[in-house]
Every structure is written in C-alpha cells, then in structure tokens.
C-alpha cells in the first residue's frame, strides 16, 4: 500500500510464510489402510458367520475391520 500526503510517500506492506511440518524423518508415510468385507455382518440361520453375503458398509458402521495394512 502506498501513502503519498504532500511532499511525504510511505510504503505499507507485509508477508507471510505458511511451514507445514507433516512428515516423518522417514519420508511422508500414510495411515494404515483398513479393509471391510462384511463377514460380521452376514450370518446364517445357525448363527454362523457366513462371508459374502453381509454388508461391508454396515462393517464399516460398527467399526468391524476385517484386514489392516501399514
């Protein structure tokens, strides 16, 4: 910004530096990755547990994680 007032000028101005420290001293390394396919959801009329036939969004709901990876 600049003020200019009789014989006078003055310059206004600013900056700003954004730093994200994010990393590791390993390099940027995701989460874990969680997979879910719906075995605790499906179920027979015995009572057992059957894969394939439940819902892996519903797993997903109850926090029902069928497989990790890091």
């Given amino acids: ?5 009789g014989r006078h000028l003055l310059h206004f101005g600013g900056g700003a530096l954004i730093f994200r420290a994010d990393s590791t ?17 499906a179920g027979s009329n015995t009572g057992a547990l059957a894969s394939g036939s439940g819902s892996s969004y519903a797993d997903f709901l109850l926090g029902y994680v069928q497989n990790w990876t890091l």
């Avoid at 910004?1 to 007032?5: K, P, R, V, Y």
């Avoid at 001293?25 to 959801?41: D, L, M, P, Q, R």
Wanted: glycine share 18%; charged share 10%.
């Fill in 1 to 5: 910004m600049t003020l200019i007032h």
């Fill in 25 to 41: 001293a390993w390099g940027n390394i995701k989460g874990a990755e969680v997979g879910f396919t719906g075995v605790y959801t």
